[in-house]
């Protein structure tokens, strides 16, 4: 998942804990949910919700 939320331009730092079943991510103000909800989906991962 990490690869998949790196390969979106302006996203500056990932951590991802399966166990926990969460990523979080920091990113530069123009990089919407939408776009990281995106990548990771089209990686076949499942996105649930945003917090």
């Not at 500056?12 to 990281?36: M, P, Y």
């Amino acid at each position: 998942m990490k690869n998949a939320l790196y390969s979106v331009e302006g996203v500056s730092e990932v951590d991802v804990s399966l166990q926990e079943q969460i990523a979080r991510v920091k990113v530069e103000d123009n990089v919407s949910f939408e776009t990281l909800k995106s990548a990771v989906e089209n990686w076949g991962y499942k996105v649930v919700g945003e917090v």
